[in-house]
């Protein structure tokens, strides 16, 4: 049996590029960073926080003998629009060096696939 036969077409190799492991982990670098914009640019907008731990406020209910405290917290921020938009273009600038980042890589682990793929051809 020829050893040709066990090489795939270049086409099949070159689908999996999203599957390494380098492209995987900077795609959910690139979606951490899309995140962090959307909370950066939410950080004007009121904030609703449910503590069951609280100790001011307590809001108490019998559930099987147990006894739950709790606090309901309503946040909301005084004008800080500079801080904000200054929050929120540094963290679209990372989304961007991070995207940036991504192409690279899976240019480089395209032309990485491609050499060696023909090295090995060549050499069979």
């Known amino acids: 049996v020829p050893v040709t036969q066990n090489i795939k077409p270049l086409d099949y190799y070159?689908?999996?590029?999203?599957?390494?492991?380098?492209?995987?982990?900077?795609?959910?670098t690139v979606f951490i960073a899309d995140k962090n914009?959307?909370?950066?640019?939410?950080?004007h907008l009121p904030n609703l926080y449910?503590?069951?731990?609280?100790r001011y406020g307590e809001l108490r209910a019998n559930e099987e003998g147990r006894e739950y405290v709790?606090?309901?917290?309503?946040?909301i921020p005084l004008f800080e629009g500079g801080r904000v938009k200054a929050e929120a273009s540094e963290?679209?600038?990372k989304k961007i060096q991070e995207n940036a980042k991504l192409?690279?890589?899976?240019?480089d682990t395209d032309v990485q696939i491609r050499s060696q793929h023909n090295a090995l051809?060549?050499?069979l």
């Open 14 to 28: 070159l689908a999996k590029v999203d599957l390494t492991p380098d492209v995987e982990i900077q795609r959910k």
């Open 37 to 43: 914009k959307s909370i950066a640019n939410s950080q």
């Open 50 to 54: 449910l503590d069951l731990d609280a």
């Open 70 to 75: 709790a606090q309901l917290t309503l946040e």
């Open 91 to 93: 963290a679209n600038w």
């Open 103 to 107: 192409v690279g890589l899976k240019k």
């Open 121 to 123: 051809v060549q050499n």
